[in-house]
């Protein structure tokens, strides 16, 4: 855990978004590939500062399969987000969420708990930023509800029950955005995913993300 810390905070880095603090509220949308096609949708909403004497945005998404039929999981996050350190026109953001997924297939049905840090180092303009990032998803627990037609052909004696999370991900960058007309913010977002031992995903080589963003 010591060294994907480490290795996060030399490389500095994960937001959405120019100009971040200006608005009250922000409603998202983004689409891509994410391990798989997906869809998400996300409010967040900035502090007031009469509750925080600092720039943080609390912020929830959702998370689905672009088709129904897909076994994929569903994610709901729900996290804090604030800029760490800035000079000038360069920023240092991070942002921290508690993450429940949920995944039905004909095998076995999951749910999963964990936890994420994203960072992001970049230049922030008026209306266009672009900067590199990492991110480090960490799973605490999973629970496995096992299926008939799973024990039938493969294991019969598979136990269902809450299993201990088996270690994270990293995963490592950039992004980039312009904004529109003052409201609309357009974001494209690419990952290289690591498992573990910080090799590359099998069947799963890059993260591909487009977005778009109204604020008010």
Aim: glycine share 6%; charged share 20%; net charge neutral.
């Amino acid at each position: 855990m010591k060294r994907y810390i480490f290795l996060l905070l030399l490389c500095p880095l994960s937001q959405q978004a120019q100009n971040l603090f200006e608005a009250d509220h922000r409603i998202s949308a983004r689409i891509g590939i994410d391990p798989a096609s997906t869809i998400s949708l996300r409010y967040e909403r900035h502090l007031p500062k009469s509750m925080v004497d600092k720039d943080i945005y609390l912020w929830t998404e959702f998370s689905s399969a672009l088709s129904p039929a897909m076994d994929f999981p569903h994610d709901y996050r729900l996290g804090l987000r604030s800029s760490i350190w800035s000079y000038g026109s360069f920023d240092f953001l991070g942002s921290l969420d508690l993450s429940y997924g949920y995944l039905a297939s004909q095998n076995f049905d999951s749910q999963k708990w964990a936890s994420e840090l994203d960072l992001a180092w970049g230049l922030y303009g008026s209306r266009s930023y672009l900067a590199v990032t990492a991110s480090y998803e960490h799973l605490w627990a999973t629970h496995l509800e096992f299926s008939e037609y799973y024990r039938e052909r493969f294991y019969e004696a598979a136990r269902s029950g809450w299993y201990k999370g088996a270690g994270g991900n990293l995963q490592l960058g950039f992004e980039t955005g312009i904004l529109l007309f003052s409201r609309l913010d357009l974001q494209l977002e690419f990952k290289l995913p690591l498992n573990a031992s910080l090799s590359p995903f099998r069947g799963s080589p890059a993260h591909l993300n487009l977005g778009i963003a109204y604020r008010f």
